[in-house]
């Protein structure tokens, strides 16, 4: 398909062709998008999306780039970044409402400036809020459906879906994103007013806690495994040995064990074989199935 020809003069925010993904993951790990596609607004994305169904074009969307595993091949179609490029947050009175590309961190520092609290937990998540719904986020106790109210997503063929906290099925890192196959677009919060020096000082232990415990400043894509029932992936690898364990440019690390980090140069294939030597080695030693967190997408 000549792309290039087929998305000539379109006004759907910055458009590339065949560009690689590693430069918007957190992995740094990723093949080339026939098609990149960065929307400024709700608009260019929904006329983006009824082109792409219109002309049949495969479809991928993507945030922050953290929680993925990009294949080495890439991903054949369209894929949309919302990111940077689709952030933009607005306060009114105890609802906070933000893009989806908005970091996590960007609108909970957007709601101490307002002296509202309830987001500071799920603060340092890397990631978006468009993916951070869509997995139910959490962290410290936290989770995204404790403040969700209210969730605007598209469906693949350009169509607006309005739904309230009880109508998205949030459950341990899922929710009906998935289920339906939707793209969130924005998130409004219920959030409480306080004290904004508590809730910056709840914030910044918070970030004390994940800067001291977790590999932040490496290349990951947070963490690898889905915590399994009775115990804590993290827990479970260290015990086995692994603390640090390394192969290649892929190692787990020494921070924390719940994370697998890229060192430099490690391809898709590399990291998906690392990441199973691992939970293989968990299962034999000690019994416990350690379930893959990290979603592998792309042409493989």
């Known amino acids: ?32 998008a026939d098609v990149l596609a960065r929307p400024t607004t709700i608009e260019e994305l ?7 169904y219109k002309n049949k074009i495969e479809t991928f969307v993507m945030g922050k780039g953290s929680n993925l595993l990009v294949s080495d091949k890439g991903i054949r179609g369209c894929v949309i ?22 970091s996590l961190n960007e609108a909970s520092l957007a709601a101490i400036e307002a002296g509202l609290a309830g ?31 209210e969730i605007k997503a598209f469906d693949f063929e350009g169509n607006l879906h309005t739904f309230k906290n009880e109508e ?9 994103i998935f289920d339906d196959n939707l793209i969130v677009v924005s998130a409004k919060f219920k959030l409480e007013k306080g004290d904004k020096d508590l809730i910056r000082e709840r914030y910044e232990d918070f970030t004390n806690r994940r800067q001291t415990k977790q590999p932040l400043d490496k290349k990951s894509a947070g963490s690898t495994f889905k915590r399994p029932t009775g115990s804590y992936a993290s ?4 015990e086995c040995g692994l603390r640090g364990f390394r192969e290649g440019d892929c190692q787990v690390s020494e921070k924390h064990c719940g994370f697998i980090i890229n060192r ?11 990441i199973n030597h691992v939970s293989d080695i968990v299962r034999e030693k000690t019994g416990f199935v350690l379930e893959r967190e990290v979603k592998l997408v792309g042409e493989l």
């Not at 379109?10 to 918007?24: A, E, M, R, S, V």
Request: some cysteine.
């Open 81 to 102: 970044i919302l990111s940077d490029n689709f952030d933009k947050v607005d306060i009114d009175g105890d609802y906070l409402t933000a893009l989806s590309g908005t």
């Open 264 to 274: 430099e140069a490690a391809t898709c294939e590399d990291m998906l074989k690392f």
């Open 46 to 52: 929904e006329e983006l999306l009824k082109f792409n």
């Open 235 to 238: 827990k479970l690898i260290d």
């Open 168 to 176: 998205m099925n949030f459950s341990y890192r899922h929710s009906r």
């Open 119 to 149: 987001m500071e937990e799920i603060s340092g998540i890397p990631g978006s809020v468009g993916g951070a719904v869509a997995m139910n986020a959490g962290a410290y106790g936290g989770e995204i459906k404790d403040v969700a109210v």
């Open 1 to 32: 398909m000549d792309y290039k020809s087929l998305y000539n003069n379109k006004k759907f925010g910055q458009i590339d062709f065949n560009k690689d993904l590693k430069t918007y993951t957190t992995f740094g790990i990723g093949g080339p």
